[in-house]
């Protein structure tokens, strides 16, 4: 048989103890042996508002939030960062030479005019000589020019892609191809 023993206490804790009670669903009894119970298991003072096991669990979840951040910016962020600015300088290159190749081909667009200037005063002896020998020139500065034009944007593609880590994502690779035939259906 169990011996029980008897506490004495005011109203206002009797009216907290029995609200607590109600609140769990428990008798009063079990309440008191449950609180009992925790305070012997958790060597806490009741007197201790402040719970340092609380507060250094919730430290280290914060450090382990901060920390997760820290490795996604070191894995992911960075790296993703430095291939933009590697594409974008890859794309200004692209650029730089698309101009380049414009002015030539003006210089060039220049220079066919002489020569056509000059053919109109051989026109009478080789004239059609003349005609044959334009279209050779032009299919051939025009086939090595292409040639060249191509050149290059193969390179660059296969430069860019080999410049693709494993954390690259389909997204960009797409770019990269869709950039690259733009580049070609402008040849």
Same mark, same amino acid.
Not at 12 to 28: E, F, H, S, Y
Not at 127 to 148: A, H
């Given at each position: ?6 506490? &004495?206490?005011?109203?206002? *804790? #009797?009216?907290?103890? +029995?609200?607590?009670? /109600? ?9 008191? #042996?449950?609180?009992? +119970?925790?305070f012997f298991r958790s060597k806490k003072d009741p007197l201790d508002i402040n719970d340092e ?10 450090? +382990? ?5 820290? *490795?996604? @910016? ?34 060039l667009a220049s220079g066919q005019n002489e020569l056509l200037s000059a053919g109109k005063n051989? =026109? ?19 086939? @090595? ?14 430069? =860019?892609?080999? #410049? ?5 994502? #389909?997204?960009?690779?797409? @770019?990269?191809?869709?950039?690259? &035939?733009? /580049?070609? +259906?402008?040849?």
């Amino acid at each position: 048989m169990e011996t029980l023993r008897t506490i &004495k206490y005011n109203i206002q *804790t #009797a009216l907290k103890m +029995d609200r607590v009670a /109600q609140k769990l669903g428990r008798p009063n009894r079990l309440v008191f #042996a449950q609180m009992v +119970d925790y305070f012997f298991r958790s060597k806490k003072d009741p007197l201790d508002i402040n719970d340092e096991l609380l507060k250094n669990t919730m430290l280290k979840q914060h450090k +382990d939030y901060i920390g997760f951040i820290r *490795t996604q @910016e070191n894995d992911l962020l960075i790296p993703i960062k430095r291939e933009v600015d590697r594409m974008t300088g890859n794309q200004q290159d692209i650029n730089n030479l698309l101009r380049e190749l414009e002015k030539r081909s003006v210089s060039l667009a220049s220079g066919q005019n002489e020569l056509l200037s000059a053919g109109k005063n051989y =026109s009478s002896k080789l004239s059609n000589t003349d005609e044959i020998l334009k279209g050779i020139l032009m299919k051939l500065s025009t086939r @090595e020019q292409l040639k060249k034009q191509f050149l290059y944007v193969l390179g660059t593609y296969i430069k =860019s892609r080999d #410049a693709f880590s494993m954390m690259t994502s #389909a997204k960009e690779k797409e @770019e990269l191809i869709r950039i690259t &035939k733009n /580049q070609i +259906d402008l040849l």
